[in-house]
Each structure stands twice: as C-alpha cells, then as structure tokens.
C-alpha cells in the first residue's frame, strides 16, 4: 500500500465536490465589497493624476476647488511624512515610492494630490479646479534606453537606471556547452499583462477622534496593508485595523500599497469623516501595476540525443517607475526558467530596469510565464532540429521526486512523468484523427511553487497562523489571517479543520482578512495559502482535537493502549467505531471539566529547510489545438488538455475553477492581452480595445488530475491554479510552430506577427534558404 493510498483511505472531507462557503452571498448579492461599505457621514474622494511621464511638481493650487461647495478637503504629498514605502521592508533601498510624491512623478497616471467632497460628481469636478504647475522632464520608456549613459535618471543615484540585479547558478555550465553537439541562441520579449480584476481598486477608511483608523480595502494581505500603512502614516499597528471582507480579485496587483487605501486614509485623518476612494476602470489599468515586461535571450546546449547539458539565460525587465514586487519576479523567472528539467549546468543573470512607465510588479505565476513562453517554444524547436520526440526529449530531462535542484530546492513529490504519457495519448489520439486544415497541436510543460520562502517584508511573526474556538453546540469558529480572493481558500480551510476535526464543513464558520480579530498571515500571493495555511490549520485543529480527546478518553474509561478518533460528528474507538459518543456530548464534557473555558486550539507554519524557494512543488502539461487563419492571422483555440499535479486535492471542484481560471488568463496572455505605449502612455486602458478572452472564445478544458503526495503539504496538498498560468502561452507557440512552421518570439502572439513570419518563411523558401 502506498503512502498515497493509505491517506486517501483515512479521509472523509478532503477531495470531494464542496461547493465555496460564501457562495450564497455572492451569487445573491449580499456579499459586502469595499466599494458597498457605507459610513454615515462619508465623504468621497478622487485622486489627481499626472499627464507627464516624468516631471517636477512646482506648485499645486487647490484654492479654486477649496473654495467649491461641498468640498471639504485637499492633500497632497506635502501634507505627508514623505515616507517612500515598499513591500521589501528587509532592503531600504528597493523601498522607492511616495504614494503621493512631493517633488517628482515618474510615470502617466501617478498620483498627485486627493480631494474629498460630500459626493462623488462633486470631488470628480474639483479636481478639474486644481492647478498643478510642472517641469516636464525627459522620459525614457524602454530599458535598453534607459541603461545607456546620459539617459534621464528615475531615482537619485541609482546608476544607468538599473533597480535590482539577480544571479543565479549552478553546475558547470562552461564544460556543458563544450560538450554539447547542438547549440542554439535566441532573442524573445514578453510583454506586460493587466490584472483585470473585477473589482478595481477600492477603499474606505474612517479615522476617529482616538486616533484609531479602520480601513476596508480589497486586498492580498490584510496584515501587510496594515504593516505598510503604519510605516507611512507614522502610527502604531495595533491602532490600524484593516479588512478585506470580500475581495473581487487580486492575481498578484492587490499585496503592495495603492492610492485607494493611502488617499482614503489621509483625507480622513484630515476631516475626521469616513471616506471612500473607488477606481474607475481606466484608472485602474493606467495607475495599478501589472505583469513585468522581459526581454529574454536563451542560450542552450544539448547532446544529439537530447540530454540538456547547459543553460545560460539573460533577462532585461521593464520595472517601470517604482519597484513593487519587481524584484521577486526578477529571481523566479530566473528559477522558473530552469523547470522543470535537470541540467547540466545553469546560468542567469538578471536585470530590472527603471523606466517612465506604469510600474512592473508580480502576477500569477511571478515571472513563470515569461520564463516558460521562451524556455518551452526553444526545446520545440531543439527537438524539431535534432529529429527528437519533443516529449521524450523532455521527459527524460524532467524533475522526479526526490531530485534536489542544486543549492535551490528539493523535489519531494512529482507527477511529471505521468503528465507526459497522458499528453502523449492526447496527443496521439488527436493526430490519429487527422487534423483539418489550419489546424495545430501543442504542448507545454512547467512547474510552480507552494508558497515562497521568503521574509522580504521582515516580519516577526510565524508566515501563517490559525486559531480555532470549539463552541458548546458544537460549531467551530476559525481564525486565519489569509485572504479569499476569490480562489475559494475560505472553503479550503473549512474542509481542511473539517477534516482534521471529524466534523463537517457546515460546522465550520471561518472568519479571515481582518487584522483586529485574525492572526497574522503573509497573505495571498505564490499560491502559498493551501500549503502554509492549510498547515497552520490542521495544527490549530489538531491541537484543539487532541485537547477533546483527553476528556474522552477519561470519559470511556478506556485503557491507553486505545485509539480515539472522531469522524462525522462521532467520537470513537478505532477498533470499534461503534462504542463512542457525539461530538457535541464531548465538547460540553469538555467544557465542564475545563471550569467553562472553551476548548482553544492554536497552530502554525513558518517553513525551515526547505530550499531557497518553496517547501514542495507543482507539475502541469497544457496541450492546446489551434486553429489559424493564414490570411489575417486570427488564432482561435478549440480544444485543449491539462494534465496536471497538485498533490491531493482538498477540494476537487474548487481545483478544476482554478485550472479553468487559470487556463483562461494564461491563454489571453498568449495571444490576446496586450499593453500598447506611446511615450509612457497607455493606449487601450478599457475592456473595448483590451481584449481579454470570452467565454464564447474558451475551448474545452478536461482536466487529467495526477494523485501525489506531497508530504510537506497538509493531507498532501499543495499548489493548484496559479501554475497553470505559465505553459500556456508557449502551448500556443508550438502549436503554431507545428501548423505552420513558423517560430514567434513575442508574446502576445497577434495575428500581424504569424501574418508577418509566413511572409517572411516564404521569402525564405523562395530564395531558397
């Protein structure tokens, strides 16, 4: 018998069809988001943005929309401390941004200054009456060009504009190449990609006459807005309180700090009166930040039997103006870039680079997608060059569970391989058809984390925490500080305490994202919540178990040598699961022979000695089938498969929303999503000329769960949704490698470019090349 099999036979809860908790409230509309909270006497406020993409501030005026009625106050970054602020608290240095800056702006659609008025058309109409009076600078707005000598420097003293460096290595890369019998060079960009969150950025925040201030706010982490917010308004942690009830979003743009919740926040400190600061649509795509812009060139050597001998990679990032989250996805693209295959010898080097654009920053998948667009459509073409099954080529370079990625990460569990043989019978089966004309296969493969090992905002407290009450009628309250985003953590946890308690889901009320009344948790982000939280829960819910079980067990008289367990709602003995009790009797014994105190249960996760980077990996395949029309260049998906490992399920029908949602952005990144500029400027910022994919425009999506163990993962759990955004795009690539034979090097592949690359192969042909 299997490890696998053996947990999987002592479950009850965990890997069924559990429809989300708060399912009821959204679909009836009684959720309450940050932009339905309504304060008595709220005011309303609207931020001023900058039209230059780089320039001094010489003077602001507000006395025209002062003097406006029903406006009631006017701030700007003089009536701050002038704290630059940053997620990297460890690193002073990458802590770059004045949310309302004093002297300067870098980038179209920065905040300049903030009005609230008591409604919403009349703040919109004062901030036509502020006068600000600029020195337009020089912008620059690529990073080749920002890098040379003599271009406009962003930030004080920061040499060539280059913001961060990352290198990472191993092996002997050097000796790989000499060995190598194939060598293969090639240049791609990857371009920016919006978050496109259904609810944009939004906040009310109410400071009182006690110096306290309560913030509602959508957000990743309720814990770093705290942390953040006390940093630049000078205050305590303890006298900010934060929620995110329910949040419409994240993808990776809502963990760092916005105008939203800083403006709120100071405009009521300056009226004592509630008030709220929603985004519009088109300030949400020119004044939040999005997926990082790359510039990759690859550098592969292999053997003419495929085996991967060395590896160099070089990435040049668009950081735009501040660093955000920048400097994270500037190393995991580097690590990504590596998945999941073993090599000889690896080397990366990465460069992120200031520019007088929107800020760059993390989003699903963290530098993954880019990483894998280049990586995944190379190895094709390697394959393709040498005459070598793609798929065998790369399954015998692929990750196993126990292999250790040299000074980085170990490989605990993995379903790689069974990924590669249920692509091939797709595949196979696909191609036995026949494929009509125009049409094209492709797949990819990657790998992602669970959650990153990293301590970058330097807190003190454990990276995930849980705290579970057990009530006398035999419901369960559980504390987490995580943050539903909408990718169903909330049931997650629920199943999980359900589970490790013998109780049902419906027993369980989780109360999560408000830092008065939760524990501290590093948030929503490098999908990180099943695995850390879910850990921190099951502790919690053990140690609340095992405190229940003692009283059992002296009320049963039973010997010691006795198993107790409870499932179901009944408390008994393993051997015989007919001599027991109800929960709900167990728990009020409990509470008489505790004096009345409830039965507290507490646990933890802060990962140690487990790598650089994650305590356990994902593994995932997407094949894709395209059809191209060679005259326009219009891609249209029409079928596709995702094989894909994430340990043990918790929640079988939450993991196949994921793998959907997921699928769907990472397929519009691919050939849809694109961010146009024109001298800092954003050109298509609404949902008419930002062309997302429609539910008309999806495929099918069988999904081909893979059933491993993670051991570091709570019930063997770990990522599922997040990874799956990074093959995707390069699925599209082969795919249209495949039909047509031509290679695309930028992604979002739009229909000018395959239109562009058939020309040029025909000309190509023509001249006999």
Same mark, same amino acid.
């Given at each position: 018998?299997?490890?696998?099999?053996?947990?999987?036979?002592?479950?009850?809860?965990?890997?069924?069809?559990?429809?989300?908790?708060?399912?009821?409230?959204?679909?009836?509309?009684?959720?309450?988001?940050?932009?339905?909270?309504?304060?008595?006497?709220?005011?309303?406020?609207?931020?001023?943005?900058?039209?230059?993409?780089?320039?001094?501030?010489?003077?602001?005026?507000?006395?025209?929309?002062?003097?406006?009625?029903?406006?009631?106050?006017?701030?700007?970054?003089?009536?701050?401390?002038?704290?630059? *602020?940053?997620?990297?608290?460890?690193?002073?240095?990458?802590?770059?941004?004045?949310?309302?800056?004093?002297?300067?702006?870098?980038?179209?659609?920065?905040?300049?200054?903030?009005?609230?008025?008591?409604?919403?058309?009349?703040?919109?109409?004062?901030?036509?009456?502020?006068?600000? =009076?600029?020195?337009?600078?020089?912008?620059?707005?690529?990073?080749?060009?920002?890098?040379?000598?003599?271009?406009?420097?962003?930030?004080?003293?920061?040499?060539?504009?280059?913001? #961060?460096?990352?290198?990472?290595?191993?092996?002997?890369?050097?000796?790989?190449?000499?060995?190598?019998?194939?060598?293969?060079?090639?240049?791609?960009?990857?371009?920016?990609?919006?978050?496109?969150?259904?609810?944009?950025?939004?906040?009310?925040?109410?400071?009182?006459?006690?110096?306290?201030?309560?913030?509602?706010?959508?957000?990743?982490?309720?814990?770093?807005?705290?942390?953040?917010?006390?940093?630049?308004?000078?205050?305590?942690?303890?006298?900010?309180?934060?929620?995110?009830?329910?949040?419409?979003?994240?993808?990776?743009?809502?963990?760092?700090?916005?105008?939203?919740?800083?403006?709120?926040?100071?405009?009521?400190?300056?009226?004592?009166?509630?008030?709220?600061?929603?985004?519009?649509?088109?300030?949400?795509?020119?004044?939040?930040?999005?997926?990082?812009?790359?510039?990759?060139?690859?550098?592969?050597?292999?053997?003419?039997?495929?085996?991967?001998?060395?590896?160099?990679?070089?990435?040049?990032?668009?950081?735009?103006?501040?660093?955000?989250?920048?400097?994270?996805?500037?190393?995991?693209?580097?690590?990504?870039?590596?998945?999941?295959?073993?090599?000889?010898?690896?080397?990366?080097?990465?460069?992120?680079?200031?520019?007088?654009?929107?800020?760059?920053?993390?989003?699903?998948?963290?530098?993954?997608? *880019?990483?894998?667009?280049?990586?995944? *459509?190379?190895?094709?073409?390697?394959?393709?060059?040498?005459?070598?099954?793609?798929?065998?080529?790369?399954?015998?370079?692929?990750?196993?569970?126990?292999?250790?990625?040299?000074?980085?990460?170990?490989?605990?569990?993995?379903?790689?391989?069974?990924?590669?043989?249920?692509?091939?019978? /797709?595949?196979?089966?696909?191609?036995?058809?026949?494929?009509?004309?125009?049409?094209?296969?492709?797949?990819?493969?990657?790998?992602?984390?669970?959650?990153?090992?990293?301590? /970058?905002?330097?807190?003190?407290?454990?990276?995930?925490?849980?705290?579970?009450?057990?009530?006398?009628?035999?419901? #369960?309250?559980?504390?987490?500080?995580?943050?539903?985003?909408?990718?169903?953590?909330?049931?997650?946890?629920?199943?999980?305490?359900?589970?490790?308690?013998?109780?049902? #889901?419906?027993?369980?009320?989780?109360?999560?994202?408000?830092?008065?009344?939760?524990?501290?948790?590093?948030?929503?982000?490098?999908?990180? *919540?099943?695995?850390?939280?879910?850990?921190?829960?099951?502790?919690?819910? =053990?140690?609340?178990?095992?405190?229940?079980? =003692?009283?059992?067990?002296?009320?049963?008289?039973?010997?010691? #040598?006795?198993?107790?367990?409870?499932?179901?709602? /009944?408390?008994?003995?393993?051997?015989?699961?007919?001599?027991?009790?109800?929960?709900?009797?167990?728990?009020?014994?409990?509470?008489?022979?505790?004096?009345?105190?409830?039965?507290?249960?507490?646990?933890?996760?802060?990962?140690?000695?487990?790598?650089?980077?994650?305590?356990?990996?994902?593994?995932?395949?997407?094949?894709?089938?395209?059809?191209?029309?060679?005259?326009?260049?219009?891609?249209?998906?029409?079928?596709?498969?995702?094989?894909?490992?994430?340990?043990?399920?918790?929640?079988?029908?939450?993991?196949?929303?994921?793998?959907?949602?997921?699928?769907?952005?990472?397929?519009?990144?691919?050939?849809?999503?694109?961010?146009?500029?024109?001298?800092?400027?954003?050109?298509?910022?609404?949902?008419?000329?930002?062309?997302?994919?429609?539910?008309?425009?999806?495929?099918?999506?069988?999904?081909?769960?893979?059933?491993?163990?993670?051991?570091?993962?709570?019930?063997?759990?770990?990522?599922?949704?997040?990874?799956?955004?990074?093959?995707?795009?390069?699925?599209?690539?082969?795919?249209?490698?495949?039909?047509?034979?031509?290679?695309?090097?930028?992604?979002?592949?739009?229909?000018?470019?395959?239109?562009?690359?058939?020309?040029?192969?025909?000309?190509?042909?023509?001249?006999?090349?």
């Amino acid at each position: 018998m299997t490890t696998t099999s053996l947990a999987k036979e002592k479950l009850h809860v965990i890997n069924t069809h559990v429809h989300n908790i708060d399912g009821w409230a959204k679909v009836t509309g009684r959720a309450t988001y940050s932009f339905d909270v309504k304060l008595p006497g709220m005011l309303y406020g609207r931020i001023l943005r900058s039209p230059h993409p780089h320039a001094k501030i010489l003077k602001i005026d507000a006395s025209k929309a002062l003097a406006m009625n029903g406006v009631k106050a006017v701030v700007t970054g003089k009536d701050t401390l002038g704290v630059k *602020q940053g997620i990297w608290r460890r690193f002073n240095e990458l802590c770059d941004e004045q949310i309302l800056p004093v002297e300067k702006v870098r980038y179209i659609g920065e905040p300049v200054c903030a009005v609230a008025a008591t409604t919403d058309e009349i703040a919109e109409k004062a901030l036509d009456l502020i006068e600000v =009076e600029y020195e337009v600078l020089e912008g620059v707005f690529e990073p080749y060009e920002a890098m040379k000598k003599g271009a406009p420097e962003l930030h004080d003293g920061v040499e060539r504009n280059i913001n #961060v460096t990352r290198h990472i290595e191993w092996g002997d890369v050097e000796t790989g190449f000499e060995k190598a019998d194939y060598i293969r060079e090639d240049h791609f960009f990857c371009g920016g990609q919006a978050h496109m969150c259904m609810e944009t950025r939004a906040a009310v925040a109410s400071f009182t006459p006690d110096k306290k201030l309560t913030i509602w706010h959508s957000n990743q982490s309720a814990y770093y807005m705290q942390g953040l917010m006390a940093g630049v308004l000078g205050m305590r942690e303890g006298d900010i309180r934060v929620i995110a009830q329910y949040v419409g979003g994240g993808f990776g743009g809502k963990f760092e700090l916005d105008g939203a919740i800083f403006c709120s926040s100071i405009l009521s400190m300056k009226t004592f009166r509630p008030v709220k600061v929603i985004y519009s649509r088109e300030e949400d795509f020119i004044a939040s930040k999005r997926r990082t812009p790359m510039h990759y060139w690859v550098r592969t050597g292999v053997s003419k039997d495929g085996k991967f001998l060395a590896r160099e990679s070089r990435v040049v990032s668009n950081g735009g103006a501040y660093t955000g989250m920048g400097a994270t996805a500037l190393y995991l693209t580097g690590f990504f870039h590596s998945f999941p295959y073993r090599w000889g010898g690896y080397r990366y080097d990465g460069y992120r680079v200031y520019t007088n654009t929107l800020p760059s920053t993390s989003m699903r998948g963290f530098g993954a997608p *880019q990483a894998l667009f280049c990586s995944e *459509q190379q190895l094709e073409w390697i394959a393709n060059d040498l005459k070598l099954d793609p798929i065998e080529m790369r399954r015998q370079n692929g990750h196993y569970a126990g292999y250790e990625v040299p000074g980085q990460a170990f490989i605990a569990s993995c379903g790689l391989d069974e990924a590669f043989t249920i692509m091939q019978e /797709w595949l196979d089966k696909k191609k036995a058809g026949g494929l009509p004309a125009n049409r094209g296969l492709g797949f990819s493969a990657a790998g992602f984390m669970s959650g990153g090992i990293f301590n /970058w905002f330097d807190t003190p407290y454990s990276f995930s925490s849980a705290v579970v009450t057990i009530n006398q009628d035999a419901t #369960v309250e559980l504390h987490i500080g995580a943050t539903e985003i909408g990718q169903g953590s909330n049931t997650t946890m629920a199943i999980i305490a359900a589970e490790t308690l013998g109780v049902k #889901v419906e027993d369980i009320k989780v109360h999560s994202g408000d830092t008065d009344h939760c524990p501290a948790d590093l948030g929503a982000w490098g999908s990180r *919540q099943t695995l850390m939280t879910g850990n921190a829960t099951k502790r919690a819910c =053990e140690d609340a178990k095992n405190q229940l079980l =003692e009283f059992a067990l002296a009320k049963m008289g039973l010997n010691i #040598v006795y198993d107790l367990d409870i499932a179901d709602r /009944w408390v008994h003995i393993v051997a015989r699961p007919e001599r027991g009790m109800p929960f709900e009797e167990l728990v009020k014994i409990a509470l008489r022979g505790k004096d009345g105190q409830r039965i507290v249960g507490r646990g933890y996760y802060t990962p140690h000695r487990k790598g650089m980077i994650s305590p356990a990996y994902s593994y995932m395949l997407q094949g894709v089938e395209i059809e191209i029309d060679q005259e326009t260049g219009k891609i249209d998906l029409i079928d596709s498969l995702t094989a894909h490992d994430c340990g043990t399920p918790i929640n079988h029908l939450g993991l196949i929303g994921q793998l959907e949602g997921a699928f769907s952005m990472a397929a519009g990144y691919g050939y849809l999503e694109y961010m146009p500029y024109e001298d800092g400027k954003l050109m298509n910022p609404n949902l008419v000329d930002y062309k997302m994919i429609r539910a008309t425009e999806m495929p099918p999506t069988p999904i081909a769960e893979i059933d491993t163990y993670e051991p570091e993962g709570p019930y063997g759990a770990k990522e599922a949704g997040e990874g799956l955004t990074n093959p995707t795009a390069a699925a599209i690539g082969n795919a249209i490698f495949n039909c047509l034979g031509i290679q695309m090097k930028e992604c979002p592949i739009r229909p000018h470019m395959v239109v562009e690359a058939l020309r040029e192969k025909a000309e190509k042909e023509k001249a006999g090349k």
